[in-house]
């Protein structure tokens, strides 16, 4: 866990809990303000903790404050954040995690019906007695009811870039363990699916029950469910403080973008939240077989084992056998495989080039294998441009040069600077004025900075009628638009769609940012008609994003899929907000390969000047 997020999320939960205990609104402001500060700072806290003149430096560090972090360095554990927790009944904190409920309404529902868990604010809803709190009106009772569901649904399956992380560590530490010489992780998450229920790991070694020892006693595990000669599985934590830094309210905040800060889960708070890892330590002669059989979907790989019987043979997870018949399984005959140690040898005794895991879904991946029509999926290294991103000008944490800096260390050719419109006013959009002040500054850093293209851009709200948030004299400052639905995102379909239209067909718009807005466990956002909207951005030349944050990966990998098969051009973006965001673009990636995507098709592949004069025909 790192020290800067576990400390971001203590001085936001003390700053929801001083404004839930209606407490001087100063010392509210002083916490949420540290909270930010720690979570984007580039550095780790715990290595400048001793420095209190480095600590008190920091922007909205005072004495305090730096008290505090010191506490923690020194300690894991801050006093005043555990005596604000004692002051409120824990089930509370699973209603602040609510989406669309902030703490002055937690508070009204705690001091008015006695609302002090989740199952509480369900009671409540049903029964309506939720409408008599002031400003709670039947819509917004149906927005929490709604939110309640979505998470309670997603809660059984970790997104994408919260398991990614965990999975990675725990193969890590595996190959650390003496006589391991392989171990990966498969299942789901090696396909890049947005969700996962679990995380299988499997492993060669020496000696098998060393490893599945090592295995169980890892830290992080929190309960051994089985462990045996060939499997074990253990419930493992799940860091999340890591992965989520603030309670914050969407149903105030939903023109506000960075979906980092509404990722806590409404069970997360009181419970710590576990999730089931696999381990399987296979023989050698296996370790391809297994792969491929812990990795495909279950569909894929029923097609695998048909293809096999029908050539004599048969598949399973220590290889592929010739048939005889035998109930036996072949590995316990002592028989030896045809193909099994790696998954080239596998498809290749198939007469098949490898198909990549993302493609593993038996959606005609095996076909095009077969008629060696597999595309040659995107890779993270194509990427050479990064289209949407903020600064502080709007609610990014870098400035112009921070951002366009990391561009530059990530080797891309090209950065766009595309801060919020007017709209979006928690999300600190800027204003006309405010605007053309900005492109200005953006313009002094591109000429003062070699080596990277800087862009001015905007991300443009499109509004609830599909008009775009800037007139046109203001967009004409731009180099690049991203046009975005942030509100109203439960319009029904066919409105959505018109709204969706509409943007597109404006003549200025270059990339459709995230849009659905859909927020993964969280809100389902536009449905909009997938083909219209695939067809309308083909005829005017505009790219679809992928926006790579792992709780959006919107548009997702069914929508992507459909559009590469139209011949839609595709935009990855990371919807830079904070530096460790240009990270995320591996999710993007695994989700673009899932659509079947190639580089080609990927307009932040393009070299610079193809990039540059596909943009400039809208300018
Ligand atoms: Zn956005
Ligand atoms: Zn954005």
Known sequence: MSTNAALARRFE?????????????????????????????????????????????????????ADKIQEFATTGKIKEHAELLARIPAGLLQVLDVPGLGPKTAKALWETL???????????????????????????????????????????????????????????????????????FAGSLRRGKETVGDIDILATAADPAKAHDAFCKMRGVRQVIVSGESKSSVRMAIDLDAASDADRDIAATSSADSPTAEAASPTAATSERTIQVDLRVVPE????????????????????????LKAGRSLNEYGLYPNDDDPAPPHKRGIKPIAGASEEEVYKAFSLPVIAPELREDRGEIDAAQRNTLPRLIELGDIKAELHAHTTASDGALSIEQLTGE?????????????????????????????????????RAAAATKGITILVGAEVD???????????????????????????????????????????????????????????????????AMDEIIAAAMQHDVALEINAHWMRLDLRDTHVRAAVEAGCLIAIDCDVHAPTDYDNLGYGVLTARRGWLTAEQCVNCWDHNRLHDWLATKR
């Open 114 to 184: 006695n609302v002090e868990s989740l199952a509480d604010l369900k009671r409540v809803i049903a029964d309506r007695s939720i409408l008599t709190v002031p400003r709670m009106g039947e819509k917004a009772a149906q927005k929490i009811a709604s939110a309640i569901e979505i998470a309670e649904q997603g809660a059984a399956r970790l997104p994408l870039g919260q398991a990614m992380p965990i999975a990675v560590a725990i193969v890590e530490r595996m190959l650390k363990v003496p006589g391991v010489a392989n171990a990966a």
């Open 285 to 308: 002669a296996s370790w391809g077989a297994a792969l491929m059989y812990f990795t495909g979907s279950k569909e894929h790989n029923v097609r695998l084992r048909e293809r096999a």
């Open 462 to 528: 499109i509004l609830a009628d599909g008009s775009l948030d800037y007139d046109d004299d203001t967009l004409a400052l731009l180099d690049v638009v991203v046009a975005s639905p942030h509100v109203a995102l439960s319009q029904d379909a066919k409105t959505a769609t018109k709204r969706l239209l509409k943007a597109i067909e404006h003549p200025r718009v270059n990339i459709l940012g995230h849009p659905t807005g859909r927020l993964i466990g969280r809100r389902a956002g536009l449905e909009p």
């Open 407 to 443: 561009a530059k260390r990530r080797g891309f050719h090209t950065i766009a600077v595309t801060d919020h419109s007017k709209s979006s006013v928690i999300a600190n959009g800027l204003q006309p004025d405010r605007l053309r002040e900005h492109a200005k500054a953006v313009r």
């Open 13 to 65: 939960q003390m700053a929801t809990i001083l404004e839930l205990l209606g407490e001087d609104k100063f010392r509210v402001n002083a916490h949420a303000r540290a909270a930010r500060t720690i979570e984007n700072l580039t550095q780790d806290v715990g290595a400048i903790a001793a420095d209190r003149d480095a600590l008190l430096a920091l922007d909205g560090v005072g004495p305090k404050v």
